[in-house]
């Protein structure tokens, strides 16, 4: 009897023993390895130009090897600059200012203030658009600019190209109504250029071949044009499919558009939206955030699909066309802000987010709270865009194929100033990233390029 019972205390206490060692400390996730605290050096340049305003895209390392950047500006009298850097000389040149590359010198109209959209590439040409950038403020919006005594209203964003070789540009097509073009993304195997106009979102597109421009009207209710269930802020991203020429966009309802190639016309997809708990509640018809629009995308040929960041919630999610699929992968924002639990400061979400140039990296910049409590988010754009000054930035990158996900640590310059307003990225061949950022210098704050050497 007594051998018994001491054979069954022995027993419970091998079972408790390894229950404790079942609930002890956890084994190590990949995430618990990240350096949170590791610092990245970020070098600053001046292109010179003093009125420099907050740039969303607007950038790319071309086939030449140089970084090409638009700076803004939201001055009546001066219009947004294009430059090039070259890492081999490590100069800058200044290229061009966008109101006289658009045929409106001296015209004294509200200027061509913005480029919000990225370059892309073709025959030796970047190709890209234009946006105002000088806007009057009704009710805490962003509203057309009303143009003071003496000027005319702004006359629509254009098409612009630039010839790499000679230097020049061309003025292809302006937007019909006076809109901006807000969004763009051209299909370099057929010839085509794409844009959605701000503030009514129209879809333009917009053929070199026959130099024929055609707006297939408004895709998203009055765009952000419209007051109260009118209103839809407006996709920022369009993704052009090369295998098949469809381009495909969202809507603040979680809509997934694709525009037809072959019918010149717009479906919606009815197979699959972004509707995803994951990405939050959101109430389109309510300014100050995306809803559930994705933010950014890219095409990723191996698959056939388009890699997309919906903003508010920094999840990374892949969309198959030809299955009509949305999986959702991982969120990627930087490992404070995992930890905390928050949505990033910025409610829009972030728009610094490529593919790198070994076409399998992700990489992405992003906020990190510098405390790790979090802090709850802003109310409204303006706000959370004085946070944002607050908050770290963070280089996050995302191998597709392993599934690798990798927070390189927060970014300063040397003078230890964080980075500010960031909503650009450019990555060249040798890995380093460059974007645009505020500077702040002599009380005065400034956007400009800087690099960040990850290596």
Same mark, same amino acid.
């Given at each position: ?132 950038? +000088? ?66 979102? +129209? ?22 044009? *419209?007051? *109260? ?81 919906? *903003?508010?919630? *920094? ?141």
């Amino acid at each position: 009897m007594a051998f018994g019972l001491t054979h069954r205390v022995a027993t419970l206490a091998a079972v408790l023993l390894a229950l404790l060692a079942c609930n002890g400390p956890r084994a190590k996730r990949a995430s618990d390895a990240l350096p949170t605290s590791k610092k990245l050096a970020a070098r600053s340049f001046d292109s010179g130009f003093s009125l420099s305003h907050g740039t969303f895209n607007g950038m790319l390392c071309a086939s030449d090897g140089k970084i090409y950047y638009v700076l803004c500006s939201d001055s009546i009298d001066t219009g947004a600059q294009m430059y090039s850097y070259e890492p081999a000389t490590d100069k800058i040149r200044h290229l061009g200012d966008l109101t006289e590359a658009s045929g409106e010198k001296g015209l004294k109209t509200i200027p061509q203030g913005k480029s919000h959209v990225n370059f892309v590439e073709a025959n030796g040409k970047l190709y890209f658009a234009t946006h105002v950038g +000088y806007y009057t403020i009704r009710d805490g919006r962003e509203t057309m600019g009303v143009p003071p005594p003496g000027y005319k209203p702004y006359p629509g964003g254009h098409f612009l190209a630039y010839d790499m070789a000679s230097g020049k540009f061309e003025s292809l097509a302006a937007a019909p109504a006076g809109q901006g073009i807000l969004s763009m993304n051209m299909d370099t195997k057929r010839g085509r250029l794409y844009g959605l106009t701000w503030p009514s979102g +129209y879809f333009l597109r917009y053929d070199l071949e026959t130099r024929s421009l055609k707006n297939l009207g408004p895709v998203s209710k009055e765009g952000e044009n *419209g007051n *109260g269930p009118a209103y839809r802020v407006l996709c920022r991203s369009l993704a052009v499919d090369p295998e098949d020429g469809s381009v495909y966009f969202t809507t603040s309802d979680g809509d997934i558009l694709r525009y037809q190639y072959d019918h010149d016309a717009i479906e919606t997809v009815q197979a699959e939206d972004l509707r995803k708990d994951y990405f939050g509640v959101w109430d389109p018809s309510k300014p100050g955030h995306m809803g559930y629009n994705w933010r950014q995308t890219v095409w990723y040929a191996p698959e056939k699909a388009i890699y997309a960041i919906h *903003g508010n919630s *920094g999840y990374l999610f892949r969309f198959d066309p030809r299955a009509a699929r949305v999986n959702v992968l991982d969120r990627i924002t930087s490992e404070p802000s995992k930890r905390s639990g928050m949505y990033d400061q910025f409610s829009y979400g972030y728009l610094s987010f490529t593919l790198g140039p070994d076409g399998r990296t992700l990489y992405y910049l992003t906020g990190g709270p510098v405390s790790e409590n979090g802090g709850r988010r802003a109310g409204n754009e303006k706000a959370t865009a004085g946070a944002r000054g607050q908050e770290d930035l963070r280089l996050v990158t995302y191998e597709i194929p392993t599934g690798s996900y990798t927070d390189h640590g927060a970014v300063f310059f040397s003078d230890g100033q964080k980075p500010s307003l960031v909503n650009s990225i450019a990555v060249a061949k040798d890995g380093s990233v460059y974007s645009l950022a505020g500077v702040a210098q002599n009380g005065h704050v400034r956007v400009d390029l800087f690099r960040i050497q990850v290596k």
